[in-house]
T-cell receptor
Framework: GAGVSQTPSNKVTEKGKYVELRCDPI?????LYWYRQSLGQGPEFLIY????????DSGLPNDRFFAVRPEGSVSTLKIQRTERGDSAVYLC??????????????FGPGTRLTVL | SQQGEEDPQALSIQEGENATMNCSYK?????LQWYRQNSGRGLVHLIL???NEREKHSGRLRVTLDTSKKSSSLLITASRAADTASYFC???????????WGAGTKLIIKP
């Protein structure tokens, strides 16, 4: 079936603006993750959903960042009052959500966010 | 925070040669995973090795894990141009869902 998809693929915005990044997980995957990747670095965990609820949002850098998954499928990462330091590739991943085990996370292509 | 550190940061070899990349981590783990990332396909899961395993194979890939040294290696045999990518190791962090990543090894296969 289809993999994880993310839209838009690229987003350029101005400092102070609000942006929304969307993630469509693999159908049937209950777990969904957001990561942020800066140039030359590995991904950095932001938030994890199990179903509709955010089971762990400890990686969100501050209260300008918020994510939702209202129906347990599509998720939206929202960033308010964007800053230049928010520029990065935002990656979404999904997995089956197997309890008690580390199950494979499947990644989308990412959204490259540039804040001018 | 990043848990793993890959070594070397960059590696350039001739097609057909073997490539070895290493990963070191800091805290105890339940498992370690290797991923590949290139511009065409994003992050792709390669292999997962559990803490009670010492070696695992998948096609041309061989992964070893030494928990006493907190290190892992990824060997790609008979490299191909399509293997050109960045390779990352990721370990489970505070939980089995939170992956903590190294900065990656950039591998270039010269034709």
């Amino acid at each position: 079936g289809a993999g994880v998809s993310q839209t838009p693929s690229n987003k350029v915005t101005e400092k102070g603006k609000y942006v929304e990044l969307r993630c469509d997980p693999i159908s049937g995957h209950t777990a969904l993750y957001w990561y942020r990747q800066s140039l030359g670095q590995g991904p950095e965990f932001l938030i994890y959903f199990q179903g509709t609820g955010a089971a762990d949002d400890s990686g969100l850098p501050n209260d300008r960042f918020f994510a939702v998954r209202p129906e347990g499928s599509v998720s939206t990462l929202k960033i308010q009052r964007t800053e230049r330091g928010d520029s990065a590739v935002y990656l979404c991943a999904s997995s089956q959500g197997l309890a008690g085990l580390t199950d494979t996370q499947y990644f989308g292509p990412g959204t490259r966010l540039t804040v001018l | 925070s990043q848990q793993g550190e890959e070594d070397p940061q960059a590696l350039s070899i001739q097609e057909g040669e073997n490539a070895t990349m290493n990963c070191s981590y800091k805290t105890s783990i339940n498992n370690l995973q290797w991923y590949r990332q290139n511009s065409g396909r994003g992050l792709v899961h390669l292999i997962l090795i559990r803490s009670n395993e010492r070696e695992k194979h998948s096609g041309r890939l061989r992964v070893t894990l030494d928990t006493s040294k907190k290190s892992s290696s990824l060997l790609i045999t008979a490299s191909r141009a399509a293997d050109t990518a960045s390779y990352f190791c990721a370990t489970d962090g505070r939980s089995n869902y939170q992956l903590i990543w190294g900065a990656g090894t950039k591998l270039i296969i010269k034709p």
